[in-house]
């Protein structure tokens, strides 16, 4: 069974787990916002130490691929690509809509639909639908949230909505079988269980040529005011 470094940057959390035949031997974790280029490495070092380990010691990193923050992606990709180059190591990539669907019909157990949702831009969300044993319902892109958002699927089916997303919809996104769910946040656990079993079937990426799952292109933004 495999040594397995797991990193999450999709969203504002920056986590990073070590996990070992699929249990955690430490984590590292910050909610409190994008500051992963000042944090990841850090935390990476921080387990390493803790655990007496080191890159060469691992057998594989699986990484949050998004989609999610443009920055955040780049970031934890950029970490994982240089740990499996620098120790040659196999990159596992682990679909963050996904895993944090994964995670929550895993501890809630009910035969419903799970729909995660990852912060846009205003009334943007990246989503997809899964059902209970985590199969894809609905594929992964990018939704612009109106009260008629869903409306064939919640004709017929209860769905528990969740995610740094799902708050700002949800007095839009209204249904008797609509459920919202708080505190539940992306985190390296969930990539954990995963993670394991795509290390089993040896389903690893390129680590020169793997880029993340962006789902939009990047948009530049330049300030207001000029500073002369």
């Given at each position: 069974m495999a040594l397995i470094l797991n990193i999450e940057t999709a969203t504002s959390v920056c986590s990073v787990a070590l996990a070992k035949e699929g249990k955690i031997l430490g984590i590292k974790e910050n909610?409190?916002?994008?500051?992963?280029?000042?944090?990841?490495?850090?935390?990476?070092?921080?387990?390493?130490?803790?655990?007496?380990?080191?890159?060469?010691?691992?057998?594989?990193?699986?990484?949050?691929?998004?989609?999610?923050?443009y920055t955040g992606l780049r970031i934890g990709v950029s970490m994982a690509k240089g740990l499996c180059f620098g120790a040659s190591k196999p990159l596992i990539a682990?679909?963050?809509?996904?895993?944090?669907?994964?995670?929550?019909?895993?501890?809630?157990?009910?035969?419903?639909?799970?729909?995660?949702?990852?912060?846009?831009?205003?009334?943007?969300?990246?989503?997809?639908?899964?059902?209970?044993?985590?199969?894809?319902?609905l594929d992964t892109k990018a939704e612009i949230i109106d009260e008629h958002s869903f409306s064939d699927i919640l004709a017929t089916h209860k769905v528990y909505f969740f995610g740094d997303g799902s708050e700002k919809v949800k007095n839009t996104l209204v249904s008797p079988h609509a459920c919202y769910l708080n505190d539940k946040a992306a985190s390296a656990a969930h990539l954990v269980e995963i993670a394991e079993q795509k290390f089993a079937a040896q389903q690893f990426e390129s680590v020169a040529y793997f880029e993340p799952f962006y789902l939009k292109d990047f948009i530049a933004t330049t300030p207001k005011h000029k500073i002369v």
């Open positions: 909610t409190e916002g994008l500051n992963h280029s000042l944090l990841l490495g850090t935390f990476i070092q921080a387990l390493f130490e803790e655990c007496a380990l080191t890159a060469h010691d691992l057998d594989a990193v699986a990484v949050s691929m998004g989609p999610g923050s682990i679909n963050t809509l996904q895993a944090l669907a994964r995670s929550v019909s895993e501890q809630l157990k009910e035969d419903v639909w799970y729909c995660p949702m990852i912060d846009a831009r205003r009334m943007e969300v990246y989503t997809a639908f899964f059902d209970s044993h985590n199969r894809t319902m």
